[in-house]
């Protein structure tokens, strides 16, 4: 008395199946994708701020779990699977949300939980040696994360670390816009100077060729890479650069991210 439906691949059906039952709701959000080894979760938490305080009703869906304006839950993935993914961005539509930031894994792109999630910027943090045990090879684990940015349409963005070895062969083959970022003064945000200390960064940031100032509590090379990288998601969404520098200066730090947590004294992190 079951209906049943044999398909060749039931991820690549439950994805689609999840995306019909809540009327594709990716469709009806500003979605942003954020993929790469390392960055994925600070830059996530930091896009998210930035978005919110500037009247952008946002939530995210990551590392650090499913993060809606009224709500905070622990989903146990990166990426959910497609059924909790679509009911989480349909929640967040029910819940008057506009925009969404995620962080994309490798494991939810080869596993086709990300199949039927419409993404309108997609960001690249960087790619080096992780999850071979699952992908088998370098190159199979960039195809899984190359994914993100050939589905993407002309009209989209992808924002890309250029300093990346693997950056060349993601902007030969998206069809949409680019926005590149890195330390390399060819990408169209870059540092022109910067310091840093036990307990805060400065830094100059030249974006499309405009000079501005940055301070934040969030230390390390690796954190600057993350802020140009939200920076640029930012500037896509036409936020001023004076807001988006305001909003950076008010993270005090990022949960469980090189938190601070010593005396001047005694520097310790977690």
């Given at each position: 008395t079951i209906p049943l439906i044999k398909v060749e691949n039931t991820r690549k059906a439950m994805s689609k199946i999840a995306n019909n039952f809540y009327g594709s709701p990716s469709s009806k959000l500003n979605?942003?994708?954020?993929?790469?080894?390392?960055?994925?979760?600070t830059t996530t938490f930091i896009l998210n701020k930035i978005l919110n305080d500037n009247g952008f009703s946002t939530g995210s869906i990551g590392t650090l779990g499913f993060i809606s304006a009224s709500e905070i839950l622990n989903t146990g993935f990166t990426t959910p699977e497609s059924i909790e993914l679509h009911n989480l961005l349909d929640k967040l539509i029910g819940g008057g949300i506009?925009?969404?930031?995620?962080?994309?894994?490798?494991?939810?792109?080869?596993?086709?939980r990300m199949d039927d999630v419409n993404i309108n910027t997609a960001i690249f943090t960087n790619l080096s040696e992780e999850h071979l045990d699952f992908h088998g090879s370098m190159d199979k684990y960039f195809q899984e994360k190359l994914k993100l940015f050939t589905k993407l349409k002309s009209n989209d963005y992808s924002i890309i670390n250029i300093d990346n070895d693997y950056s060349r062969k993601i902007i030969e083959h998206t069809k949409s816009k680019i926005i590149t970022y890195g330390f390399s003064s060819k990408a169209d945000i870059y540092p022109t100077s910067h310091r840093i200390t036990a307990t805060e960064m400065f830094f100059e940031l030249s974006i499309f060729d405009s000079n501005h100032r940055f301070k934040t509590n969030l230390i390390g090379k690796h954190n600057i890479y993350n802020i140009m990288a939200a920076v640029s998601?930012?500037?896509?969404?036409?936020?001023?650069?004076?807001d988006i520098i305001n909003s950076i200066k008010s993270i005090s730090a990022v949960p469980g991210r090189l938190e601070f947590i010593g005396t001047k004294n005694k520097k310790i992190f977690i």
């Open positions: 979605t942003i994708g954020i993929t790469g080894t390392n960055g994925k979760t506009k925009n969404v930031v995620m962080e994309v894994s490798s494991h939810a792109l080869a596993l086709h998601a930012a500037s896509v969404n036409n936020i001023p650069i004076t």
